[in-house]
């Protein structure tokens, strides 16, 4: 597999786990919390559930669609990476979002908006399923 296109599968990783996130939190998170209080929004234990079984369906469908181009620990790389540039959407682009999303503290709603390493184990489940 080329350089070219893992950066595009990272990519496309990126945004399609984002959307998780997007998703997830629009449809029972209401909001990442109360104001101020971004942790209140774990209390609500279905925007991580769902944001696990997409994260897995989205594992599974990358890990089709590259065939056997990737071996299991290259998919979990994959994910991982993605993961991260998750981190720099939000660190670059937060502000378009919400005024407080902004570069200092995007690692901090990151965590909570990604619930931390399961959203990348759930996406490695899915993929790794696969093989």
């Not at 079984?53 to 181009?69: D, N």
């Amino acid at each position: 597999m080329t350089h070219g296109r893992i950066l595009l599968v990272i990519g496309v990783l990126t945004l399609a786990l984002s959307s998780t996130v997007a998703i997830s939190w629009l449809a029972f998170g209401r909001g990442m919390g109360t104001p101020g209080d971004p942790l209140s929004a774990l209390e609500r234990p279905w925007i991580y559930v769902s944001q696990a079984l997409m994260a897995v369906a989205i594992g599974f469908v990358a890990a089709r669609w590259l065939g056997s181009a990737l071996m299991r620990g290259q998919i979990v790389l994959v994910m991982f990476v993605a993961w991260i540039g998750e981190l720099i959407l939000l660190a670059l682009f937060g502000t378009f979002v919400a005024s407080e999303l902004t570069p200092a503290v995007a690692w901090y709603y990151w965590l909570i908006g990604t619930g931390g390493l399961m959203q990348p184990m759930a996406a490695s489940v899915g993929g790794v399923l696969v093989r």
